[in-house]
């Protein structure tokens, strides 16, 4: 239990001294990328103290986005009133770089499911006004540029409460009169009125989900469950989309339904198709590239990364993948740490090593709980085994 399960990661002679990259993912609803490089830099460098190393917390377009970006770019953090995916007032913030004009958010600062106890899910009723009221604020400020990290939503509104605080108003087919942006009225909608919409800088969606909006890949099918939805609601909520997309395609001749990630987060990727004209681009290009990950690979001797679990969705876009990849073409060896890792040749082949953190028998609640300590001795374990001439 906790040792190394597979790897080609060979050392002739034992590393005393070694330029160390440490470039982990969050655990999710355990630690933060940050705060899992700092465990990872704390076991490590109990046994092998002179290491150099370096530090690049990494994301994809979910839950940290915002704070990776920041810890590469100069600007300051803007903190705002907003409200929750049910309407409740929160504080939020998002990081401002003014030399470029361009404001850097996450979807989930307002709209995201860890907003929300289990027992307050609601697919009838949760909606991303919250993210649209971020996004008010930094077109007020001058924003030229909005780099917005999809994932985490609590929502499955396919943006409508996010367009609404931009300006947008979806009227009632019988009474002609503003609906409420939420998922519950998505069939009532017949008209889009688009006369207090003001201009809109260019918006750039980080996405690592390839899903289209319909469908049994669609944001209902897939993802509502995970949010309070039960078969009732997903087929609720797939109508009331489908009937999204049809006003849409209608009153603004646009038709971005079946493009891969309009699903995203609830919809929210259709939303900024449709709304904003937004961009999209896998959120792990986008961190990677503002970082400049590539370059500080290629400068180190060892990579270590990680996340919660590494499987088979970690080859579909995740950091820990992407960064074996950049790590593999720059020759680098790739170390990947987790608290369960599926043993499939795909994955194995993609390291040079993978610890599997756990090294007692604990409960998952234990186990999220005591990451940091498991992190902690898992480096140290991986140092020693790189501190000797031996073939992991």
Same mark, same amino acid.
């Given at each position: 239990?906790?040792?190394?399960?597979?790897?080609?990661?060979?050392?002739?002679?034992?590393?005393?001294?070694?330029?160390? #990259?440490?470039?982990?993912?969050?655990?999710?609803?355990?630690?933060?990328?940050?705060?899992?490089?700092?465990?990872?830099?704390?076991?490590?460098?109990?046994? #092998?103290?002179?290491?150099?190393?370096?530090?690049?917390?990494?994301?994809? /377009?979910?839950?940290?986005?915002?704070?990776? #970006?920041?810890?590469?770019?100069?600007?300051?953090?803007?903190?705002?009133?907003?409200?929750?995916?049910?309407?409740?007032?929160?504080?939020?913030?998002?990081?401002?770089?003014?030399?470029?004009?361009?404001?850097?958010?996450?979807?989930?600062?307002?709209?995201?499911?860890?907003?929300?106890?289990?027992?307050?899910?609601?697919?009838?009723?949760?909606?991303?006004?919250?993210?649209?009221?971020? *996004?008010?604020?930094?077109?007020? *400020?001058?924003?030229?540029?909005?780099?917005?990290?999809?994932?985490?939503?609590?929502?499955?509104?396919?943006?409508?409460?996010?367009?609404?605080? =931009?300006?947008?108003?979806?009227?009632?087919?019988?009474?002609?009169?503003?609906?409420?942006?939420?998922?519950?009225?998505?069939?009532?909608? /017949?008209?889009?009125?688009?006369?207090?919409?003001?201009?809109?800088?260019?918006?750039?969606?980080?996405?690592?989900?390839?899903?289209?909006?319909?469908?049994?890949?669609?944001?209902?099918?897939?993802?509502?469950?995970?949010?309070?939805?039960?078969?009732?609601?997903?087929?609720?909520?797939?109508?009331?989309?489908?009937?999204?997309?049809?006003?849409?395609?209608?009153?603004?001749?646009?038709?971005?339904?079946?493009?891969?990630?309009?699903?995203?987060?609830?919809?929210?990727?259709?939303?900024?198709?449709?709304?904003?004209?937004?961009?999209?681009?896998?959120?792990?290009? =986008?961190?990677? /590239?503002?970082?400049?990950?590539?370059?500080?690979?290629?400068?180190?001797?060892?990579? =270590?990364?990680?996340?919660?679990?590494?499987?088979?969705?970690?080859?579909?876009?995740?950091?820990?993948?992407?960064?074996?990849?950049?790590?593999?073409?720059?020759?680098?060896?790739?170390?990947?740490?987790?608290?369960?890792?599926?043993?499939?040749?795909?994955?194995?082949?993609?390291?040079?090593?993978?610890?599997?953190?756990?090294?007692?028998?604990?409960?998952?609640?234990?186990?999220?709980?005591?990451?940091?300590?498991? =992190?902690?001795?898992?480096?140290?374990?991986?140092?020693?085994?790189?501190?000797?001439?031996?073939?992991?």
């Amino acid at each position: 239990m906790g040792s190394a399960i597979a790897g080609r990661l060979t050392t002739r002679h034992p590393l005393e001294c070694v330029k160390l #990259l440490i470039a982990p993912d969050k655990f999710k609803g355990s630690l933060s990328a940050a705060a899992v490089s700092k465990a990872l830099s704390i076991g490590w460098k109990s046994v #092998l103290p002179e290491t150099e190393v370096s530090f690049a917390p990494m994301a994809d /377009g979910g839950e940290g986005f915002t704070e990776a #970006l920041a810890s590469a770019l100069t600007g300051e953090w803007i903190s705002l009133p907003s409200v929750d995916a049910l309407g409740r007032p929160i504080s939020c913030r998002f990081f401002w770089v003014p030399t470029t004009r361009t404001a850097v958010l996450a979807m989930s600062e307002a709209s995201g499911i860890e907003r929300l106890l289990p027992g307050e899910r609601d697919p009838y009723r949760a909606n991303t006004e919250g993210t649209g009221i971020l *996004l008010r604020h930094a077109i007020g *400020l001058g924003a030229k540029r909005v780099l917005l990290g999809l994932g985490g939503s609590a929502t499955t509104d396919g943006g409508i409460g996010m367009a609404a605080a =931009l300006g947008y108003r979806f009227l009632c087919a019988q009474s002609h009169q503003p609906l409420e942006p939420i998922p519950a009225n998505l069939s009532k909608i /017949g008209r889009i009125d688009r006369s207090h919409v003001g201009v809109l800088p260019e918006i750039v969606a980080a996405c690592d989900v390839q899903n289209p909006l319909l469908g049994p890949r669609g944001t209902a099918s897939v993802f509502a469950p995970q949010k309070g939805a039960d078969p009732e609601a997903v087929a609720f909520l797939e109508n009331g989309l489908q009937h999204l997309s049809e006003i849409v395609s209608r009153e603004l001749n646009r038709d971005f339904k079946d493009t891969p990630g309009a699903g995203a987060a609830g919809g929210i990727g259709y939303g900024l198709l449709s709304f904003c004209l937004a961009a999209m681009e896998p959120g792990f290009d =986008l961190v990677a /590239g503002a970082i400049g990950l590539e370059e500080r690979i290629a400068q180190t001797d060892l990579v =270590l990364t990680g996340e919660g679990r590494v499987d088979s969705q970690t080859l579909e876009g995740k950091g820990p993948a992407g960064i074996a990849a950049l790590a593999r073409a720059a020759g680098k060896p790739v170390i990947a740490f987790a608290g369960s890792i599926e043993e499939s040749p795909e994955i194995l082949a993609r390291f040079d090593a993978l610890f599997p953190i756990i090294d007692k028998a604990v409960s998952l609640e234990d186990a999220m709980r005591d990451a940091s300590p498991f =992190l902690h001795r898992a480096a140290a374990r991986a140092a020693r085994l790189l501190s000797n001439p031996i073939t992991l």
